[in-house]
T-cell receptor, first 110, second 113 residues
Framework: GNSVTQMEGPVTLSEEAFLTINCTYT??????LFWYVQYPGEGLQLLLK?????DKGSNKGFEATYRKETTSFHLEKGSVQVSDSAVYFC?????????FGKGTRLHILP | DAGITQSPRHKVTETGTPVTLRCHQT?????MYWYRQDPGHGLRLIHY???????DKGEVSDGYSVSRSKTEDFLLTLESATSSQTSVYFC????????????FGPGTRLTVL
């Protein structure tokens, strides 16, 4: 079946550190891939997406590349800020439904 | 921001009572979804709708029912609430464009005592 696995948190980094949150997926065919972010007390917001192999999604300094050969969609940012503290969800889209990973909580220390 | 509202935003109720949560959109999107979010489980799909009066079950549908009589409204009902249904409930909407990302409402925090 379709599934998403992402690294467990929490992840704690100092401000300006490099961030990687790993995400791998299992799916038939060619799903679209997403990263969502959830700030405290809010709903999920789309952070970035990629719809086909080798696409790179980017937004707010975050990037992720759709790697079909490794079935991965790792999230990266070169220099994190305190305001990036949130929960990040990797997800894929199949058959008009989105399947989410369990989320990774990120803490950025000033 | 996508025009999605949820009501109520917070509710405390007792075991055995019926509860209805409302999701309202102003985007005229075809697809609407109800999820619950629990620690350690991420988001799990309860029910979804692909049009007026067209609904289907998600992975955790037991104990929940839904209705969609208008494009803009999607109701989630707990016929007889149980403590295991204490959760944060999110509504989402989406279009049929390629990529099909979902836009989420602000959530409803439900506590069943």
């Amino acid at each position: 079946g379709n599934s998403v696995t992402q690294m467990e948190g929490p992840v704690t980094l100092s401000e300006e550190a490099f961030l990687t949150i790993n995400c791998t997926y299992t799916a038939t065919g060619y799903p679209s891939l997403f990263w969502y972010v959830q700030y405290p007390g809010e709903g999920l917001q789309l952070l970035l997406k990629a719809t086909k192999a080798d696409d790179k999604g980017s937004n707010k300094g975050f990037e992720a590349t759709y790697r079909k050969e490794t079935t991965s969609f790792h999230l990266e940012k070169g220099s994190v800020q305190v305001s990036d503290s949130a929960v990040y969800f990797c997800a894929l889209n199949r058959d008009d439904k989105i399947i989410f990973g369990k989320g990774t909580r990120l803490h950025i220390l000033p | 921001d996508a025009g999605i509202t949820q009501s109520p935003r917070h509710k405390v109720t007792e075991t055995g009572t019926p509860v209805t949560l409302r999701c309202h959109q102003t985007e005229n999107h075809r697809y609407m979804y109800w999820y619950r979010q629990d620690p350690g489980h991420g988001l799990r799909l309860i029910h979804y709708s692909y049009g007026v009066k067209d609904t289907d079950k998600g992975e955790v549908s037991d104990g929940y029912s839904v209705s969609r009589s208008k494009t803009e409204d999607f109701l989630l009902t707990l016929e007889s609430a149980t403590s295991s249904q204490t959760s944060v409930y999110f509504c989402a909407i989406s279009t049929e464009i390629i990529g099909n990302e979902q836009f989420f409402g602000p959530g409803t925090r439900l506590t069943v005592l």
